[in-house]
């Protein structure tokens, strides 16, 4: 891993182990102005410096970034167009310990995945509920023909719109991560952080 990703991948794991950077210094025997430069992104760690953060942290930051990154980024990016959490899940789990932007990315596409696969799951219990009950008010001979097909499309609209944010989402932001902008998914719930 190289920086900057290097030093944001060592704040982030030294502030989740609940170190100051003088604790971390202290325990990596550095000072704490090369931890503060380290995270900073201004020096690349000498290799005892980077062993001691490794180890440490419980993170292996010797490892060097995925080839093609970018392309597995946006292969993250692009699967939010399904809604199928197995793809970004496998491709997360493989390789998040190989790159902090893989496993950034693959975070926020999985919270959103996650989300999108509940609202889906939540869409369609109400629909179970309501065609049936439609039914049932058409054999007592309440409605007609029509109220059934209202129900069905009104049940199956909600889906059909989550189906499209999440294919214009998936879009929307592989675009957004291949033009270096910062990449976002509304409406997601953070499963993991």
């Known amino acids: 891993m190289k920086q900057p990703d290097l030093g944001l991948k060592v704040s982030e794991l030294r502030k989740e182990k609940g170190f100051t950077q003088e604790q971390l210094a202290e325990d990596c025997e550095v000072t704490p102005r090369t931890i503060q430069r380290i995270e900073s992104g201004e020096v690349e760690p000498r290799p005892f410096t980077r062993n001691s953060l490794s180890n440490v942290l419980e993170f292996d930051l010797g490892k060097n970034d995925v080839g093609n990154e970018r392309i597995w980024v946006a292969a993250l990016h692009l699967s939010s167009m399904f809604c199928i959490v197995l793809i970004p899940l496998l491709i997360w789990t493989w390789l998040k310990n190989r790159s902090f932007r893989i496993d950034k990315h693959g975070r926020q596409v999985l919270n959103f995945q996650i989300s999108i696969t509940l609202a889906l799951f939540a869409g369609a219990f109400c629909l179970m509920i309501g065609l049936p009950a439609g039914a049932i008010y058409l ?35 592989t675009l957004r991560f291949l033009n270096d902008q910062e990449t976002r998914y509304p409406l997601s719930i953070k499963f993991l952080k």
């Open 139 to 173: 054999q007592q001979g309440y409605g007609d023909q029509l109220l059934m097909a209202t129900l069905a499309l009104v049940g199956f609209f909600p889906m059909i719109l989550i189906g499209f944010f999440a294919f214009y989402q998936g879009i929307a932001n």
